[in-house]
């Protein structure tokens, strides 16, 4: 059985930093696509940031150059560390993980297991 828990989730003022963990059990991260989404208050959920098989990294603009996913093969996490904080980006950010492979953004469709998700939340 697979699961996510995500961590690292608060709040924070504007400019400030966060770093997001999800620890993976029943399956190994090496082997799976993994992804950030986010979801805000009354939005549907949106693809944030991509790591896949390959180590092939992808983002969505208005996170570029701000936030940095990578993975810990040995605790068999994926982190997302966010720094530049917006309020904008507020809102309540899951992981997700897919076995198959893709290239670029990761839609919510592709993704078959899901974390619990951790509130974000920057103050302005």
């Known amino acids: 059985q697979v699961q996510l828990v995500e961590s690292g989730g608060g709040l924070v003022q504007a400019g400030g930093s966060l770093r997001l963990s999800c620890l993976v059990s029943?399956?190994?991260?090496?082997?799976?696509?993994m992804g950030w989404f986010r979801q805000a208050p009354g939005k549907e959920r949106e693809f944030v940031a991509h790591?896949?098989?390959?180590?092939?990294?992808y983002y969505t603009d208005s996170v570029k150059g701000r936030f940095a996913i990578s993975r810990d093969n040995a605790k068999n996490t994926v982190s997302l560390q966010m720094n530049s904080l917006k309020p904008e980006d507020s809102a309540v950010y899951y992981c997700?993980?897919?076995?198959?492979?893709?290239?670029?953004?990761?839609?919510?469709?592709?993704?078959?297991?899901w974390g619990q998700g951790t509130q974000v939340t920057v103050s302005s």
């Open positions: 029943g399956r190994t991260v090496t082997i799976a696509d």
């Open positions: 997700g993980l897919t076995p198959v492979n893709y290239m670029g953004r990761l839609s919510v469709d592709a993704i078959r297991y």
């Open positions: 790591i896949n098989y390959n180590s092939n990294i």
